[in-house]
């Protein structure tokens, strides 16, 4: 069964930091483009960042650029979300999801994605 896993979800201070993994499981991550998603109590999931397969094009949502970075490991099958000077507002369960094939680009869409992970819990106290 192919699935999407993350991990590394818990409980930080603000200003503190995590780093979210996304794990491919009986799939091969590496033909994926990787998106990360986020949702928060009583708001709609939203895109905050996304890599294409090779990993030569990110991109970020505002509310986290210069803070957060994606990247992948395709030896490892594995791509990350290292989450810096987090805040409050940062808290919701978070997601990866798989969009299969090479391209140029991704997108930061629900509709971009077609393998989605059953999420993480990210908890920031003030």
């Known amino acids: 069964q192919m699935q999407l896993v993350e991990s590394g979800g818990g409980t930080v201070q603000s200003g503190g930091s995590l780093r979210l993994s996304c794990q491919g499981s009986g799939l091969i991550l590496n033909y994926y483009s990787v998106g990360w998603f986020r949702q928060a109590p009583g708001k709609e999931r939203e895109g905050i960042s996304c890599?294409?397969?090779?990993?030569?094009?990110?991109n970020y949502a505002n509310s986290v650029k210069g803070r957060f970075t994606v990247s992948r490991d395709n030896a490892k099958n594995l791509v990350y979300l290292q989450m810096n000077n987090l805040k409050p507002e940062d808290t919701a369960v978070y997601y990866c999801a798989g969009d299969w094939g090479v391209q140029a680009a991704c997108g930061m869409s629900r509709s971009d994605y077609g393998l989605w992970g059953q999420g993480t819990q990210v908890t920031v106290a003030s």
């Open positions: 890599i294409t397969t090779s990993g030569d094009h990110t």
